[in-house]
């Protein structure tokens, strides 16, 4: 079927910068929306970002300036730039996509997620 798989979490200090990576794979006709989510200890998954298949982006205000969305359609990826890391930015992020599929000789459009990645920053 279809697979998300995210990488390029880890330990940062406070300030630092990370790139998240998602890549999407399998039998894709089109990946339609991105977005990173994220889930902190005891708390909800919440959107952070997210961008269309035409580019337009939005952002959770928590992270508006620091954060950015953009994607790569030749190859099925989507990142998340994240500079000025926070303690608070601390959870596992997680990667989402909309994509239509191919299933026998139909398509079908479904939502996927990854397994999710660990970002830490320390203070």
């Known amino acids: 079927q279809v697979q998300l798989v995210e990488s390029g979490g880890g330990l940062v200090q406070a300030g630092g910068s990370l790139r998240l990576s998602c890549v999407a794979s399998?039998?894709?006709?089109?990946?339609?929306?991105m977005a990173w989510y994220r889930q902190a200890p005891g708390q909800q998954r919440e959107l952070v970002a997210e961008i269309s298949s035409g580019d337009s982006t939005n952002y959770a205000d928590s992270v508006k300036g620091r954060f950015t969305i953009f994607r790569d359609n030749a190859r099925n990826t989507a990142y998340l730039q994240m500079n000025s890391l926070k303690p608070e930015d601390t959870a596992v992020y997680y990667c989402?996509?909309?994509?239509?599929?191919?299933?026998?000789?139909?398509?079908?459009?479904?939502?996927?997620w990854g397994q999710g990645t660990q970002v830490t920053v320390s203070s």
């Open positions: 399998g039998r894709i006709f089109r990946v339609n929306a």
């Open positions: 989402n996509a909309g994509v239509t599929a191919y299933i026998g000789l139909n398509y079908r459009a479904s939502e996927y």
